[in-house]
Every structure is written in C-alpha cells, then in structure tokens.
C-alpha cells in the first residue's frame, strides 16, 4: 500500500515488513515552486482574510493556517473545532447563498489575481476549509508515480469546486471513477471495482 498524501505530491513506499518505516521516495515544495515572496504574499492575504471573522457568529478554534510543504489548508473555523463546532459551520455556511464558503472562494481567487500570485489553484477541502496549491498539483498529481498502471478513483468532492474534480473528470470517460456521498457508499463501489479487477 503506498501513502500519497496532499494529492500525492508525497510518495511514501510501502516497508517489505512490519518492523519497517514507510519510506519517502519522493516530494515537492510549494514555496520553491511559488517563490518565496509569492508565498508570503498568499500567507499574508489568508492572515487578513482570518481577521475578517472577528464579528462572524461561529466559533473560532485554532489552527486556521495549516503549510503542508506542497499545499496550504485554510480553515476559518480552525482545525480545533469539535464536531459540534463544525457542525454549526457547516449549518452556518449553508445558510448563505451562495455559501459563504463560495463567497470567500471567489474572494480568494480575485485577491490572488490582484496581487499577481499566478499559477495558483484554490478548492473546497472538505465541509470547513479551503485547499490551496500550485496549478497542476490537484489529485491527478498522484499518477506521475504510476505511469504504466490501470487507475481507479472513488471521491466526494466531484463538483465544480471540489478537490477531487480533476480526477474524477480525468477518469470518468474511462468508466473508472465514482462520486460518493458516504463512507457506506464508498465500501460499496470498492466491493465493485475490485470484482471488476478480477474479472479483468
């Protein structure tokens, strides 16, 4: 089993036994491929964006501005929030029309444009938070370390802003890539795409 995490721009090897480490093969920088003054820039742009929420209803937890070498998570509520927290975001964000999370989307894209940080892609990432990351480093990313392989895909963000568009929309015309709305489902259509496997 191989980790590819942040939309496989990590590559861990799987260990040959139990008592060994993953190993890292292989991993990007977004500073190096941004530069370091554009990615100040955008450090700076989500800091001001955060203290825009001082007079917004929700609850504010922590942990809002998470670097993961090749991507940024932002999330305004905080990666501390307890469920109930995250669940009154949730309720929060749908309330509004467009949700406030689109609004602050296209906020986003429009204060990056402004300030010249190009080649720059921003998404939905999950109920809370925003996914931010060089063009080209969506989940599609993770195909590089498989070039000679048949590839599948379960995901349940497929809509326009969600994170796992690119894939999804790379692999459907193939017949191999399937929108989920659960856990439930998900085990369901992995039953089904490993059978497929099989029969193949």
């Known amino acids: ?5 942040c939309n496989g721009t990590k590559h861990y090897y799987p260990p040959s036994n139990n008592y060994e480490e993953y190993k890292l093969l292989s991993e990007v920088s977004m500073i190096d491929q ?3 003054h554009k990615f100040q820039q955008l450090m700076l742009l989500l800091i001001q964006q955060q203290s825009n929420f001082s007079n917004e209803r929700f609850p504010l937890t922590g942990h809002f501005i998470d670097y993961r070498g090749s991507t ?12 109930e927290d995250r669940q009154f975001f949730v309720d929060y964000d749908k309330s509004f029309s467009p949700t406030l999370r689109e609004g602050l989307l296209k906020r986003l894209r429009h204060y990056a444009s402004l300030q010249r940080i190009d080649n720059l892609t921003i998404k939905l990432g999950g109920d809370t938070s925003f996914d931010i990351f060089p063009k080209g480093w969506d989940k599609t990313f993770c195909l590089r370390h498989f070039p000679d392989h048949t590839h599948w895909f379960v995901g349940d963000r497929c809509g326009p802003n969600g994170n796992d568009k690119e894939l999804y929309d790379l692999l459907k015309p193939k017949e191999r890539a399937f929108a989920t709305e659960g856990p439930d489902e998900t085990r369901i259509l992995t039953g089904l795409i490993l059978n497929a496997i099989k029969e193949i």
Not at 1 to 5: R, S, T, Y
Not at 72 to 83: L, S
């Open 34 to 36: 941004l530069g370091r």
């Open 72 to 83: 940024i998570n932002w999330c305004p509520i905080g990666r501390n929030a307890q469920p």
């Open 1 to 5: 089993l191989h980790l590819l995490p």
